[in-house]
C-alpha cells in the first residue's frame, strides 16, 4: 500500500532486542515497515480529529517497541507509556526508547493508571480475546482516554476471513479454523483459543466483521467513528475513535460493561423522557 506521509528521513532507533519474536529472519524490514505505518495511521488519526499534538501516549500492547520506537522519534516531546504482557518487552521500551514502563494484567480493569490519555494505540490485542474480554478491553480504552482523546485500534475482519475460508497457511495452524469461521458467518464475530493456550491464559485468533465492530461502537455515547479502514496495518483493519462526552443520545443503548455509564433510565426510558411518555 501506498505510504500516506514520507516519514523516510525519521530517524529512528533501529536497534531490535534479542528476544523480539516479530521481526522475521525472512524479511526483517517488514518489522520496520509496519511500525511506520502504524505512525502514518497515527498521524492520519491527528488530522481526521484535529491534534496536532499528543501529549500522553499509551502503547497497548507495546511488545519490544516496533511501534513505539517511531512514536518516540515523530512525538519526541511525548510521555510515553509502554504496557504489555512481556515484561522483558516492557523492560526493553522503557530502556531503550525512555517510556513508562507498565506490566500488563490480563485484566485490564487491575492496571493502575491515575491519568487519561491523548492517544492510545492498540495494535493487535483484541484480535486474540474472547468477546468478553473484547468488550471489556474497549470499555477500559474509553475510560483511559481523554476527553478529545484518540484511540487507534487494530481488527480482523473480512480480509482474514477470506484468506482463512480460501485455504491460505501460515495465518493460523493452531486453531480449529473450520469452527471459527462457521461461527464468524453465523454471527460476525468468532474466536478459537490457539491449541497451545490454555483455560487460564486464554489466547487466540479473533475476527470481527466491520458490522459487528460499528455496532458495538455505536453503543458508546461518548465515541465518535472517525475512521474504519480495512487492510490498512498489514491484514488488519483500523478503526479511529475520537472521544467527546455526551455527543450522541444512548439511544442504542449502552455497554453492560461500561462502570463509568450512569445508571439505567427510570421506567419510560430514554424516549420516554425525550418524547415526555
Known sequence: MKPLYDFSRLAVDRTVDPH??????????????????????????????????YPAILDLPCGH????????????????????????????????????????????????????????????????????????????????TKECGVIVLTTQGRSVSSLLARGRRNIAENIDKAALLEEYARTGFAYQRYFESNAEEDYGLTLSSPEWVLRTLQRYPDIIVRAYLEEAWGMQDVIILYKKAGHFEPLLGVPELNTTTPDAAPSGGLLGRLFGR
Not at 524479511?27 to 499534538?53: M, T, V, W
Not at 487519561?116 to 468477546?131: A, M, P
Request: aromatic share 12%; proline share 4%.
Open 65 to 144: 517497541g516496533r511501534v513505539l520506537r517511531w512514536l518516540r522519534t515523530h512525538y519526541p516531546y511525548a510521555s510515553l507509556t509502554a504496557c504489555d504482557l512481556d515484561r522483558g518487552g516492557v523492560d526493553f521500551c522503557a530502556r531503550q526508547f525512555g517510556a513508562a514502563p507498565v506490566y500488563s494484567q490480563a485484566d485490564l480493569h487491575q492496571l493502575p493508571f491515575t491519568a487519561q490519555f491523548d492517544l492510545i494505540w492498540v495494535g493487535s490485542l483484541v484480535t486474540h480475546l474472547r468477546q468478553d474480554r473484547w468488550l471489556a478491553t474497549l470499555d477500559c480504552l474509553v475510560k483511559w
Open 20 to 53: 523480539d519474536t516479530m521481526q522475521a529472519t525472512e524479511n526483517p524490514e517488514q518489522y520496520f515497515d509496519l511500525g511506520r505505518r502504524a505512525l502514518e495511521l497515527i498521524h492520519f488519526s491527528s488530522e481526521l480529529c484535529d491534534k496536532p499534538h
